[in-house]
């Protein structure tokens, strides 16, 4: 008799579009579950192909291990492997003590995982060094969230609400590629009637569909979202009634924003006064009960050093029309790795513990420490954060041991060569992954792991819904997962109350996280199973889940939310004479991330096997160059050549590359890994370029005049 199709969610992005899995023998049937909330039939074509990791032929099967003799990583039984592990964590921390040896997770691990990651990093080895590449992506939001509203959910309101929004500010996203099953709420929004404005330096297929595009200098949409605000007020549009009774310190940002008129922003970030005006209007037309507005925001307004005041200046809009917490309206930032949501929530941040709970709140480490049998003075202090820890390898106090889990930091992070120099400089690297990507390849010791359909776990997706991720096939004999190897590991190191089974984890997880801001404790494996995900904070079994939030207050001391005033500030690298342009980065609509698992999948690298830099025909022009050739990037850190498309679209002072490539086209070689202040976020959107023709590095035709605004 032939079994059911197993119900489960995609391995890629924050939407964990609901599918089934139908397996009969070698063959996998996927579909789209129709009636899944975020996606209801939908799938991009990353979902539709992600079988074909299951039985790719470059999984990694067995551990692997760095011969002595030849230098050459060669297949280890799983004794050899993890004893290499043991004894160098044993020995470097002897040595070095005990924060000589990191942990480094990733955003697309399940709740259970990184729960257990962060677990094992305080427990089993009692470092403080811990942190991951969500640091990367959600950082900034999640800081600018916290100090306005006391908490930070991506979504605080289901993603089908974006459908009765009547006006939407939609900040550094694209996602009609990232996303696009998303885009039926914007499209029926729109068929409806609503207005989108979409701000970003290219007109992506996003801003495409907009009624209103902005294309602000890169860095400097924090002056715009203050400029919106200085005409909101002009034009008597805030929601005084709003801010009066359910906020605290508007006054300061009122101040602050009077500076931000509309010809001065536009001298700063290139968009056109009326537009700003226009766009302002539109957002902020609509009074009291009757406006349904929303402004989202994502990673090309947050992945700045100034990541976190911008999303705050989004914010403090938001606030000043009176948005959170009212139906169809209210700010959200949209996240991106899979579990971008849970895994910022449960202890692999340097600085944090389960439940979203501060690592330096003695109140939180007593109760984590109960529910781990450990004494809370075992526990150590924060750590530093992604790009510190890896760039702080080989300097006295560093890591020189490290565990990277489900990251590829040598594509991923920023300044890549620096801190694939820096990972070389390491006593010992020990990489757990599917498959061997650019990282594990630098690895002494490489695990193989589980992936998504081989495997039970639960993922939060973009809106905070907890989800279950379904087990249909099993893994590969040799392969083991993430969370048996924690378990193992944590034995071997004399650590107890480490399970290899999802469950318990979770189970676990919810005691550790009671109490918490991201409260799991009322959440089980039966119960998003029943109700199709449940979102959090849901303290008890008994307590109905939580889709919306703010609606009457907000979780601070006060109850209130609290505007912050924020200034434009200079971005870290502007364009001078010997790097006259703008580098931005981003995603595409068939890669994900570092691309170590897109890039194997032949459907999705057919005729887009390499990345492309995308300019401006002024700017190719000016610089001698077609379509089709090849373009030398270079900035302060270093230099690439790709493929240059033309796009009419982008700014003329701005070049647009993907990050999914890794080696001689990994673009993130040439990143600014300078950091926000408060989050510690990388500036990856944005740093000063040189641009040449690759093939004949020409001079360039200065009789050619562009529209060229450095801001
Ligand atoms: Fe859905 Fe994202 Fe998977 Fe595409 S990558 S199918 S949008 S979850």
């Given amino acids: 008799m032939a079994s ?68 050459e990583l060669r297949p280890a039984g799983w004794n050899e492997a ?68 006391g908490i930070d959910r991506g979504l605080p309101f289901p993603l089908s609400d974006i459908a009765g929004a009547d006006v939407i500010l939609l900040v550094g996203s694209n996602p009609a590629d990232t996303m696009p099953p998303a885009m039926q709420y914007f499209d029926e929004g729109r068929s409806r009637g609503a207005k989108h404005i979409v701000v970003d330096p290219r007109r992506t297929a996003t801003a495409a569909r907009a009624d209103i595009h902005l294309q602000p200098v890169p860095g400097t949409d924090l002056a715009l979202a203050n ?32 500076l931000y008129w509309p010809d001065r922003v536009e001298r700063i970030t290139g968009v056109p006064e009326r537009d700003i005006v226009a766009a302002a209007r539109m957002l902020g037309g609509g009074t009291g009960k009757a406006r349904r507005a929303m402004i989202l925001t994502a990673r090309g307004a947050e992945q700045h050093s100034t990541g976190t005041d911008t999303a705050q200046a989004f914010i403090n809009l938001a606030l000043a029309l009176g948005l959170p917490g009212r139906p169809y309206s209210g700010f959200a930032t949209i996240t991106g790795q899979g579990n971008g949501q849970g895994g910022r929530e449960h202890g692999q941040k340097a600085d944090q513990l389960p439940g979203y709970r501060r690592l330096d709140d003695p109140d939180a480490r007593a109760h984590v420490a109960r529910v781990w049998g450990v004494n809370p003075a075992d526990l150590p202090s924060s750590g530093r954060s992604a790009y510190e820890m890896l760039s702080a390898i080989g300097t006295p106090g560093g890591v020189r041991a490290l565990w990277v889990v489900a990251s590829n930091v040598v594509v991923s992070a920023p300044n890549s060569l620096h801190v694939a120099d820096k990972l070389s400089e390491l006593d010992f690297l020990v990489v757990s992954d599917i498959f061997l990507s650019e990282t594990a390849a630098m690895a002494d010791v490489v695990l193989p792991t589980t992936q998504w359909a081989e495997e039970s776990g639960t ?85 109905p889940d939580t889709p919306r939030m703010f609606a009457e207050d907000f979780p601070t001391p006060d109850r209130r939310a609290h505007f912050h005033p924020v200034e434009q500030r200079r971005t870290a690298e502007l364009p001078d004479d010997e790097f006259p342009y703008y580098l931005t980065t981003g995603r595409l609509l ?76 990994n673009i993130n070689r040439l990143t600014n890994p300078v950091l926000d202040p408060y989050s510690r976020m990388p500036s990856f959107k944005v740093c000063a370029v040189a641009v040449s023709n690759a093939a004949s590095d020409a001079e360039p035709n200065t009789d050619q005049e562009g529209d060229f605004t450095h801001g």
């Fill in 227 to 258: 400029g919106l605000l200085n005409v909101i007020a002009r034009e008597g549009l805030l929601d005084q009634r709003y801010i009066d009774e359910r906020t605290a310190g508007f006054e300061a940002v009122r101040r602050a924003v009077r």
């Fill in 459 to 543: 993922m939060t997706n973009l809106e905070g819904r907890v989800i279950l991720r379904q087990a249909a096939v099993s893994p590969p004999d040799e392969v083991r997962s993430d969370l048996d190897v924690m378990a193992d590991l944590a034995k071997r190191l004399g650590a107890h109350g480490f399970s290899s089974e999802p469950q318990e984890v979770f189970d676990e997880l919810g005691r550790a996280s009671q109490g918490g801001k991201a409260d799991y404790r009322g959440i089980s494996y039966e119960r998003i199973a029943t109700d199709k995900g449940v979102f959090w904070p849901c303290p008890s079994a008994m307590y």
């Fill in 590 to 665: 068939r890669q994900y991330q570092s691309g170590t698992q897109t890039r194997r999948v032949a459907q999705l690298t057919e005729g887009e096997a390499e990345p492309v830099a995308e300019l401006h025909p002024t700017l190719a022009q000016r610089m001698g160059i077609g379509s089709g050739d090849k373009v030398r990037l270079k900035t302060r850190r270093g230099e690439v050549v790709m493929t240059a498309r033309l796009n009419g679209g982008i700014r003329p002072d701005t070049v647009f590359a993907p990050f999914h490539w890794g080696g001689a086209a």
């Fill in 4 to 71: 059911a199709p197993t119900k489960t969610h995609c391995p890629y992005c924050s939407l964990q579009c609901g599918i089934t899995l139908d397996v009969s023998g070698d063959r996998i049937r996927l579909e789209p579950q129709s009636d899944f909330p975020t996606n209801r039939g939908g799938l991009c074509a990353k979902g539709w192909t992600a079988a074909e990791l299951l039985g790719h032929p470059e999984r990694l099967t067995r551990p692997l291990v760095r011969d002595g003799r030849s230098g």
């Fill in 82 to 149: 993890l004893e290499r592990v043991v004894s160098a964590f044993e020995r470097t921390q002897r040595e070095h003590g005990r924060d000589a040896v990191g942990c480094f997770g990733g955003g697309g691990l399940t709740n259970e995982k990184a729960y257990q990651f962060g677990k094992f990093a305080r427990v089993a080895l009692r470092t403080s060094a811990i942190d991951y590449n969500g640091r990367f992506c959600m950082s900034s939001a999640a800081a600018a969230t916290n100090r306005t509203f």
